[in-house]
């Protein structure tokens, strides 16, 4: 048997007749840009988050981006954030020319730790970016605490974790702005690139609306800016795909826990971590192997074996060729458990389409390779 690492053909052949309908809604009224659609997505957006304003982008790092500088937040300014994420995290703070600063990770949930940023708050800290890593919310609570005695922004990066949720907060309502990303292999994605921005700040909303449209508010009339906008085809595919967004997230509840009970008796590895009371989305099933020095076999085996595994992430963001490529950066006390993360995570196929048969299969393999590596 072969498992993939996504469904997005199987994805789209459940909900055709929808995003087809939308995808020729958009064709047939002539507006591609800045049309009625994305009007209309970003209505949908909105509601769903239970936030005021939500903005669509042209990909997840330029919401990151757009919503520091929209913060006045630039050069000679720090923002907080772990180096156990995807890349783009720190690129983005790196784009507006601000200093990135790394503190460790949580060594369960592998969000930030919120015990670790005050000792790297200095007068130049300007915002705390944590990311819903995996699709499980990073303790909020905590880290607004935090902000607010020290008078510091927030950003969720949320580009992981659509529809995920804590045990006393949602998304988007303990920070400033909450980006997103919809490009294809995220929870809820698209066939190609878009992001967007929720936030119930009326000031944050209307600068990043100008800075999406090269300055512009009204025609021929324009401020600084760039062109980073949702386009109306991607926004009428996620307007069908989002009204599914809840159940495709319990599937992947339904296989996560499908999967912990079937590895439970693993001995090489530990089963990824749920913070209690939190609704975790699964946007990846990582396990954690024991010997950091076997988990490229682990990876090598199960793909041998027809199970497309991969590592998320294998390379922390400081250990990267060439780091920090001119770019201001610091480190604050030891990243080990970031570090750690890196060597250790083997993320097993997680989407809603698969099948039961296909998760148990996956069980077999990586109970096997247990077996033969406790
Ligand atoms: C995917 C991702 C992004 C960037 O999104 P793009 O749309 O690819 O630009 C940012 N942060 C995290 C944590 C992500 O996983």
């Known amino acids: 048997m072969k498992v993939g690492f996504y469904g997005h053909v199987r994805q789209y052949n459940n909900v055709k007749a929808e995003i087809d309908a939308n995808i020729k809604r958009v064709i047939e009224s002539g507006e591609y840009v800045m049309g009625p659609m994305l009007k209309q997505f970003e ?73 670790k940023i005050e000792a790297a708050i200095t007068a130049k800290t300007k915002c705390i970016i944590p990311v819903h890593l995996y699709g ?35 998304i988007g309502q303990l920070s400033d702005v909450a980006t997103t990303s919809f490009i ?97 989305i699964y946007h990846l099933y990582s396990i954690e192997v024991k010997n950091p020095a076997k988990r490229d076999a682990m990876v090598e085996f199960l793909v041998q074996n027809g199970v497309d595994a991969k590592t998320h992430y294998s390379i922390a963001i400081h250990k990267q060729d060439g780091y920090p ?14 570090e750690r993360n890196a060597v250790t995570c083997v993320s097993l196929p997680m989407f809603p389409e698969l099948t039961a048969a296909e998760v148990d299969y996956v069980i077999q393999k990586v109970m096997e390779w247990d077996k033969a590596n406790a």
């Open 43 to 115: 209505k949908e957006l909105a509601d769903f988050h239970g936030t005021q304003f939500a903005i669509g982008v042209g990909n997840g790092t330029d919401a990151i981006w757009l919503a520091l500088m929209a913060m006045n937040i630039g050069p000679g300014d720090e923002v907080i954030t772990h180096p156990n994420t995807f890349f783009a995290t720190a690129e983005a703070i790196w784009v507006v020319g601000a200093t990135a600063v790394f503190v460790d990770c949580d060594p369960k949930t592998k969000c930030i730790d919120p015990t």
């Open 184 to 280: 294809i292999q995220k929870n809820l994605g698209t066939f190609g690139d878009s992001g967007a921005l929720v936030t119930n700040n009326a000031a944050i909303d209307a600068r990043v609306r100008v800075l999406r449209n090269h300055g512009s508010t009204k025609r021929n009339v324009h401020s600084f800016g760039f062109n980073s906008r949702l386009d109306d085809l991607h926004a009428g595919i996620l307007s069908a795909k989002l009204k599914h967004i809840h159940e495709w997230n319990d599937l992947r509840i339904k296989w996560a826990a499908r999967y912990t009970e079937g590895l439970k008796g693993a001995k090489s590895f530990l089963l990824p971590y749920q913070t209690p009371g939190y609704r975790h």
């Open 325 to 338: 490529w001119g770019k201001e950066a610091r480190i604050v006390g030891s990243v080990a458990n970031a």
């Open 136 to 170: 499980q919310c990073a303790d909020m609570a905590a880290i607004k605490k935090i902000a607010d005695k020290h008078h510091l922004k927030i950003i969720e990066d949320n580009a992981q974790a659509i529809d995920a949720a804590g045990d006393t907060f949602k």
